[in-house]
């Protein structure tokens, strides 16, 4: 394929209702989507993950934006590609800005396997039919109104309930939880709020048969969690800390994570996720599909890598309707009893809506 046109837009969805982490409260979604064409007309779709502020790591929508125009465009348009693994390649010179690396190279992955004749999941190499899907859920106003929203959530079928916690919110909230729902599979996400020092408290958090505690201390440690991990027996799993199949391999030989959340942005893209998923595989690390609040594009790709076998915890990829009025996607991403079936169309398995998109873009420009 030869790309010859690319097409960025900043859109704006609005949440259904605001998602509050321990780093802050997201009302809105603003994010990029990336459209490619190649010279035979072939159209793929990516998305940036990047938020609207450098909270959950250093990259923005603006600083995404930057890197696609001046840098990864043009080291993209009008070359030869045979195969979305050179894009990893090509985009080596340039550090980090994964999730800038992984917008456009998520947009080739679509057009190889629509060229290929194939769905996204076939072309990463997966192969269930239907994927299992838990779902996350943010800091609330009262433990009350959380138990009902659980609640709510058990009854839809969601396989396991990630609840996001931070100092003062977090012993009691799970200690009440595991008392209303005995049966549920429960985990903690932290994103980063807490310190070694607080090992005491994380220790606590041992009587309630958590699945994993994610991210509980610094976003760029992988030193500290270490010496938590031996201090406490519910198994952590990193998210902020991972960005490569690098990163991985030290946090697992140092024993930081004996689980692997895995993000396409933040780790760069498709083919680095899928070396991160090898890897952990031949490690008898289990691995899941982590979320950031997409839109139906970067959903459809979650969803295509999580057919890949060694996933096997269910991951953050809720239905569409957990977060939008209209998704951007048709049909819409359905989770149904926990599961989500997987498309086996071409390309990334939806159609994309461009009326839809348009409706909600605040921006865009194009690249030729
Ligand atoms: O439902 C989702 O998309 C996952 C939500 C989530 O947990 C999250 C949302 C925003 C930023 C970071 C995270 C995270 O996984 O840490
Ligand atoms: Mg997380």
Not at 43 to 51: D, H, L, N
Not at 75 to 83: P, V
Not at 145 to 160: C, F, I, M, S, W
């Amino acid at each position: 394929m030869k790309i010859t046109e690319i097409t960025i837009r900043h859109l704006k969805m609005k949440l259904k209702a605001p998602f509050t982490t321990s780093f802050g409260t997201f009302d809105d979604r603003d994010f990029l989507v990336l459209e490619a064409k190649d010279a035979s007309g072939t159209i793929g779709w990516g998305e940036s993950v990047a938020f609207h502020s450098p909270w959950y790591n250093e990259e923005t929508l603006q600083t995404n934006w930057h890197m696609l125009e001046d840098f990864l465009i043009p080291l993209i348009l009008h070359k030869e590609i045979k195969h979305p693994d050179e894009v990893n390649e090509l985009f080596k010179p340039i550090r980090k800005n994964n999730m800038a690396k992984s917008t456009l190279e998520g947009a080739i992955w679509d057009i190889y396997a629509q060229q290929t004749n194939q769905s996204l999941a076939a072309a990463l190499g997966g192969n269930k039919d239907k994927i299992e899907v838990g779902i996350s859920i943010g800091i609330q106003q009262s433990i009350e109104d959380l138990v009902g929203l659980v609640d709510g959530y058990v009854k839809e079928g969601y396989k396991r309930m990630k609840i996001k916690i931070k100092p003062g919110w977090d012993v009691d909230v799970m200690r009440t939880l595991r008392e209303t729902f005995p049966d549920v599979a429960f985990m903690a996400d932290a994103n980063s709020a807490y310190s070694l020092a607080d090992a005491d408290t994380l220790k606590q958090l041992d009587a309630f048969n958590l699945t994993m505690i994610e991210q509980p201390l610094a976003s760029d440690d992988i030193i500290d969690h270490a010496k938590l991990q031996e201090l406490i027996n519910t198994p952590i799993c990193l998210d902020e800390s991972i960005h490569s199949l690098e990163d991985a391999r030290k946090a697992v030989e140092l024993g930081s994570t004996r689980i692997i959340n895995i993000k396409i942005g933040r780790v760069g893209g498709l083919t680095e996720a899928k070396k991160i998923h090898d890897y952990c595989e031949s490690n008898n690390i289990p691995v899941w599909c982590g979320g950031m609040l997409e839109s139906g594009i970067g959903r459809a790709h979650n969803v295509a890598l999580t057919t890949l076998a060694n996933f096997i915890l269910p991951g953050d990829t809720a239905g569409s309707n957990r977060y939008w009025e209209k998704d951007v996607i048709e049909p819409e991403v359905v989770a149904q009893d926990g599961y989500i079936q997987v498309s086996q169309k071409a390309g990334i398995g939806f159609d994309v809506n461009v009326d839809t998109i348009n409706s909600f873009t605040v921006a865009h420009k194009t690249y030729k």
